[in-house]
């Protein structure tokens, strides 16, 4: 009986052309491979991604410079973003920056915040019984650092100090309060920081307005803050 030999199996590894043995790092190099594909994967997806969701971006108005409350909107307090839709959120459309100019706030409004309907008020900027009237006061005459909202007293001066004291020049008589319940609603920025005049509307009642009107127009009217406001 003849007995077989079995040959042995080898296993097989690339080698060398110069027959020295198995080609180093060939594994690692079909990983490295793999990884970069998943990394160009990951990266085109990625960039889909952000493609789809500007695609669905709305222009929005956002506020671009202060506003305090009760100021009227003019087109230079506001700007137009880009924002993605979110029923959170419900800024006022771009295409409406027509209907809100000439509206007023609320509420201070910051730079760099969206603007929603809830923070302009819905009623008239004046109510009935109140007018507005518009002061340009000299340094003295306005106190520094007012602001809008402010309550002020309206009061007139004399063109003439020495003018008001009485014939005997020993007692000052007070000046007449024209208006003691004003309100200041808005202030020329660029007035403000001329250095010579100050322009302010401010609010009175209907019946103070011919003679906040009159101490205006002869440069007697100055104002006071009130504390506590």
């Given at each position: 009986?003849?007995?077989?030999r ?14 020295q043995g198995?080609?180093p ?22 960039f889909?991604?952000?493609?789809s969701?500007a ?21 230079a ?5 880009l924002?993605?839709?979110?029923p ?29 309907e ?15 009237v ?23 001066t004399?063109?003439?100090?020495t ?18 319940n ?12 001329n ?5 302010v ?14 101490a205006a ?6 104002l ?5 406001h």
């Amino acid at each position: 009986m003849t007995a077989t030999r079995s040959t042995p199996t080898i296993a097989s590894f690339p080698v060398s052309t110069n027959g020295q043995g198995p080609l180093p790092g060939r594994n690692m190099n079909v990983g490295r491979m793999a990884l970069g594909v998943l990394l160009v994967l990951g990266l085109s997806a990625g960039f889909a991604f952000e493609y789809s969701q500007a695609g669905h971006r709305h222009a929005v108005l956002a506020v671009a410079r202060p506003v305090p409350a009760g100021q009227a909107l003019v087109a230079a307090d506001l700007k137009e973003a880009l924002v993605s839709a979110d029923p959170a959120l419900k800024p006022v459309p771009a295409t409406k920056l027509d209907s809100v100019i000439g509206r007023a706030p609320a509420v201070a409004l910051v730079p760099g915040t969206l603007l929603s309907e809830a923070q302009l008020a819905t009623g008239p900027l004046v109510p009935a019984g109140r007018d507005v009237v518009g002061l340009s006061l000299k340094a003295g005459q306005v106190p520094l650092g007012v602001r809008v909202g402010d309550r002020v007293i309206v009061i007139r001066t004399p063109t003439n100090p020495t003018s008001a004291g009485t014939s005997a020049g020993t007692t000052d008589a007070l000046p007449p309060v024209v208006s003691r319940n004003a309100q200041v609603l808005a202030i020329d920025s660029a007035s403000a920081t001329n250095g010579v005049t100050t322009v302010v509307s401010v609010v009175v009642d209907a019946t103070d307005a011919p003679s906040v009107v009159a101490a205006a127009a002869s440069g007697q009217a100055s104002l006071v803050v009130e504390g506590g406001h």
